[in-house]
RNA sequence: UGGGGCGUCGACAAGCGGUAAGUCACCAGCCUUUGGAGCUGGCAUUCCCAGGUUCGAAUCCUGGCGCCCCAGCCA
């Protein structure tokens, strides 16, 4: 029937078309055959440093440095620093971390748009000598009443025939500080009927009394992003400069630039960006969420920042991984964060090592176990890694079980612990509930059981099976622990879809954070270190966070595991 | 009503005239000392629509339709 289909995906196998491709790297092919620019492959990351990094920047991060990577070439790192009003040497340095865990290196090629304020400002001065461009005394508000809108052109400013030495002298004059922020500004002379509105004598300098984080006073105009994004590209010799779709409409500008000055002329190609279910990716939107305290800092293990996912738990490789599995295309997309978290998983499942912890205990006494009876049992760290070995962990009498995993009345395809049935223990032995002790309110305060000795290590002699396997703690060697469960930070997954005259911040889910304290966990965990990632057997992926100290452990939750006891239940 | 871009499974995404890859999600089963992992199988007779060209079209042509972006001295 379908046997067709199978022949052909193992044919597809045998001929190794696992290479990933995307419109991209075939046009970079392309261009490495044609021999353009000698064959040479150089890209760049171009963060402004205004903000923390997040999901979304990781995608252009390891698609320029990886492009660079696969083709042999090199990726430089670029902080377009061109509005002094914004940026500041934090956001600088949480950037370069950021990018280096993600596992990448620019080596000594860091650069700053302020490099170049220098040679801008001479590539200024050679556009208005050709007549190209002018300076303008326009307001701010003038400016754009003249630019016309999406369906009517423009009016030409009454400043736009400036002669060439005025216009030299008046830039000069800019630059030397003689006038006021917003006084005049440096504007192309192209086309003010252009359909493009980014061809309709766009901004070049605007006067800026800044102080600059690197240039400090040295400038009292900047030039704007459209203006130094190009030429920066070109100084640095970039042959591919891969960006946002957000600059389409900006390429014919950046070209025309280019084209005047008769400098190198990189080539833009545009991608779409990131877009993530139940998550925001917009700087300025991100920033309210810390500002307004929805979440505890940038950092916040909900938040998708590099820094916030690096607190979870999230590895490197991971979003590395993730970043190649969505691909590379220009059409506007949402990718569902299950891939994310699958991915996650994926890397977590062979990396982590097994660990018992109990979140919401329930005192087990196994009655037939002699009381000072301590044994050591051999525990597997990581049943897919063997190099990963194996430690010992105490059992004793009195244990700890999971709460959920105890039921008076079970459902039918329950095969935890009830009354009278029997369970295995990890690495331990089996045990069957005799008796159930309730509180005065009719709660389960607490189990006694009974053991089988000849079940040790986790097998039964006679052969008999046994449905559940319980993770567990000794409770005289459990270790107290606050564990932190998060889930979505909003409770739609287009966090934007909201009613009438709200915004987000409505969508945003109560209870993405949830604080669980008296945990008992294994006594191997107590020498566990901030960032160590483990998999509490049974519950999900954790990873210690920097909040512990003075011997209390906090752990968060990175993800969850798959839960198809879940489903049933359900059902 | 100007300019630019995009439309292939629930979500991503290959495909580049020779008869719809893969991944996630989902479903079913096997296996299991994690209801984890792993394994097996299922999941687009159809590619926004309509015409046309062709022996043959998701791929070429024509005309529609839909969606996204642009009117910062932000990037």
Known sequence: MNSNKKEKKNADIEVGSTKPTNFIKEIIEEDIEKGKNDGRVHTRFPPEPNGYLHIGHAKSICFNFGVAQEYNGLCN?????????????????????????????????????????????????DLIKKGKAYVCDLSADEIREYRGTLTEPGKESPYRSRS???????????????????????????DMAAGNLNMRDPVMYRILHAG??????????????????GQSDSIEGIT?????????????????????LGVHKPQQIEFARLNLTYTILSKRFLRRLVEERYVNGWDDPRMPTLSGLRRRGYTPESIRNFQERIGMAKRASVVDIALLEHTLREDLNVRANRVMAVLNPLKVVIENYPEDKVEELNAINNPEDESAGSRKIPFSREIYIEADDFMENPPKKFFRLSPGNEVRLKHAYFIKCEKVI????????????????????????????????????????????????????????????????KDFTSNINTDSLKVLSGCKVEPSLASAKPGDRFQFLRHGYFCMDPDTKNGKLVFNRTVGLRDTWAKVKGK
């Not at 591919?240 to 005047?260: K, T, V």
């Open 77 to 125: 790192l670029r902080f377009d620093d061109t509005n002094p009003t914004k940026e500041e040497t934090e956001y600088v340095d949480s950037i370069m971390a950021d990018i280096r865990w993600l596992g990448y290196d620019w080596e000594n090629r860091l650069y700053y748009a302020s490099d170049y304020f220098g040679t801008l400002y001479e590539y200024a001065v």
């Open 164 to 190: 060439v030495e005025e216009n030299l002298d008046l830039l000069e004059r800019m630059k030397n500080g003689e006038f006021p922020n917003g006084a005049r500004v440096l504007r192309a002379k192209i």
């Open 212 to 229: 600059h984080h690197r240039t400090k006073n040295e400038w009292c105009i900047y030039p704007t992003y459209d203006w130094a994004h």
């Open 240 to 260: 591919h400069s891969l960006c946002d779709i957000a600059f389409e409409d900006h390429r014919p500008l950046y070209d025309w630039f280019l084209i005047q």
């Open 438 to 501: 309730k509180d005065k309110s009719g709660k389960v305060i607490e189990l006694r059981c009974s053991y089988d000795p000849a079940t040790k290590s986790g097998e039964a002699t006679d052969g008999r099976k046994v449905k559940g396997t319980l993770h567990w703690v000794s409770a005289g060697h459990a270790v107290d622990a606050e564990v932190r469960l998060y889930d979505h930070l909003f409770t739609k997954e287009d966090p934007n879809e909201v009613e009438e005259g």
